[in-house]
C-alpha cells in the first residue's frame, strides 16, 4: 500500500481557504480531526464551549466527506485522551509517510504533536495559517524597529498598508481612533431596543454532541440549557449580517456598557466564529466599512468594531507567539492566592460579579469589558496565581483559544507579563463599574466606601493593591496619582482598609459556601 500524507485539520481550523486544501492528492492523502478528552478537561471547559468547537467539528467533517476527500475521523466515543492518543492510533493503522498541518493555535498542543510524529520517525510541515490578516513575519519585522510594542501604531501599520478605513493616504475621519467615542453608558432607563438574537436551534449534529458529553465527558462546568451559537460557516455569515444590520449602529457608543441581565446588549457574538475560522477577519471587516460607506452605521461604531479586529486581534496574536514558550512561567505581581469558589458557581452577593460569572456559566460568553474590568480586575485585585485564573478564562469562554486568550489573561487582565501586552495594570475601583452599569445599584455594598461592613470589595481590593504595590504604582506615569491617592489618606483610613481587606480574604469563599 503507497503511504500517504496525513493532513491535520484542528477544531479551530474548520475554514476551506485553508493552505492545506492546495497540493492534495485526493487518491493516497488523508484527513485527520480527532475529539480528546484533554481539549475538554484540561483545564475544564464550560460544556458549551465543548457542544461549540465538536459541534463545528462534526459539520465541517460532513462538508470534507461531501467532497470526498478521505477523512478519518474520532469522536469522544472513541475514548482518546489526548491528540497523541489520538494520533498514535492512526499511525499504528495506516502507513504514513508524512504530516501536514496548519500552525495550531496553541503552541502546547504544537509541540505535543510533533513529539508524538517524531517518535514514529515521521517530519511534519507547517503550513502558514492564511486566516489572518498579517503575513508570516510580518509582525516580527515591525517588532524589531521599535524599542517597544503598541498596539495603536501596529494597528495604524495594517490600515495604512491594508488601505481599510483610509482615504488619499488619511484615516477616515481624520482620526486613527474614536475610543473617547466609545465609553458611554446607559442612562437610569437602561438600553433601548435590544435587537433579538438569531435562533440556532439545536440540530441533530448539536444533539449528538451534547448526548456524548453526557456519556463521555459528564462533569463539565456550565449550563446548557440555552445552547444558541452559530456552529457552521452559514449561520456564522446569517449572524455576521445580523450584527452589522442590527447592532453596529449602536455598538460604537455602548460597546463598554454593562446591564443587568442582558449579557449581549448590541456585540457581535462573532469572535466564536472568528477564532474557530468560520469566519475570515477581512470579510468582517469588509461588511462594517461597507457599512459605514453606506451611511448605516457611525464612525465611532465601525471604527472601534475594525479596531478590536484588525489592531487588537493581530497584535494579541504577534506577542502570543513571539513570547510563545514563556507565557505560563509569567507571574511578575507574585500573586499567589487561589481563585475563588464564586468564578464556578456565581454565588455571591456582589452584583457585578454574580451577573459577569452567571452569563458565562449559561452562555460561555463576556463581553470585553466584563473580562476585563470584572472578572479579570477582581482576580487581579484578589491576587489569584495566574494559571489558575488563564485555566479558567481558556476553559470557560466559548471563544477561547490560547493565542488570544493567553496574552489577553496573562498580559493585558492580570499584568503577569510585567507590561508585554499592556503599559500598566488595568485596575479601578468600584466607581468605574458604577459608572459603566447599574449592577451596584442592585447591590449591598457601596462602590464609594473602602471599610465598613457595606464597603464595595472591588473598592477595598482596590486601595490594598495600590498598598501591596506601592513601588510599581507610583513609578508608572499613569497610575502616579492614584499612588499620591492613597498616601494622602489618614493612617487611620489606611489601617481600616487593610483590615477590610484581611477580611475579605479570609472569610470571602467560605461565605460563598454557604450561601
Known sequence: MTAST?????????????????????????????????????????????????????????????????LLYSELKDGFDSFSDALTNTLRQHAISKARGVLPGDYQVMQEIEHCLKQHSIEIEWIEDNHFIAKRGEFKQWLSERKQPTMEYWYRHLRKSRRILMVDGKPVGDKWNFDKNNRTSFTSSGPDNIPNAPNYAVDDVSQSVINDIDTYLPSLGGNIDEFNWPITRRQALYQLRHFIDNCLPQFGDYQDAMWTDEPFL?????????????????????????????????????????????GWREYIRGLYWTHRDEWLDFNALDAQRNLPDVYWTADTDMQCLHQSVKQVLNY??????????????????????????????????????????????????QYADGGIVGSKPYIASGAYINRMSNYCKHCPYDPKKASGDDACPITTLYWFFIDQHNDLISSNHRLAMQAKNWSNKSASDQHDIRERAQW????MNQQEKEA
Open 266 to 310: 448590541y456585540h457581535a457574538r462573532l469572535s466564536a466564529s472568528l477564532n474557530v475560522k468560520l469566519l475570515h477577519p477581512m470579510e468582517v471587516i469588509e461588511a462594517a466599512q461597507q457599512a459605514y460607506e453606506e451611511k448605516k452605521a457611525p464612525i465611532n461604531a465601525v471604527e472601534g468594531f475594525i479596531r478590536q479586529i484588525l
Open 504 to 507: 475579605l480574604f479570609s472569610t
Open 364 to 413: 460561555g460568553y463576556g463581553h470585553h469589558i466584563q473580562r476585563l474590568m470584572v472578572t479579570g480586575l477582581f482576580a487581579l485585585l484578589w491576587q489569584v496565581k495566574p494559571k489558575q485564573i488563564h485555566q479558567w478564562y481558556l476553559g470557560m469562554y466559548i471563544d477561547a483559544v490560547s493565542w488570544v486568550e493567553v496574552p489577553n489573561t496573562l498580559g493585558m487582565s
Open 6 to 70: 496525513l493532513n491535520l485539520i484542528l477544531g479551530d481550523q474548520l475554514n476551506w481557504d485553508s493552505l492545506i486544501w492546495q497540493d492534495v492528492d485526493k487518491d493516497n492523502d488523508l484527513f485527520w480531526m480527532a475529539e480528546v478528552k484533554q481539549a475538554s478537561t484540561n483545564p475544564t471547559s464550560n460544556i458549551n464551549r465543548t457542544v461549540f468547537f465538536l459541534a463545528a467539528m462534526r459539520h465541517f467533517a460532513e462538508d470534507i466527506q461531501d467532497k470526498n476527500y478521505s
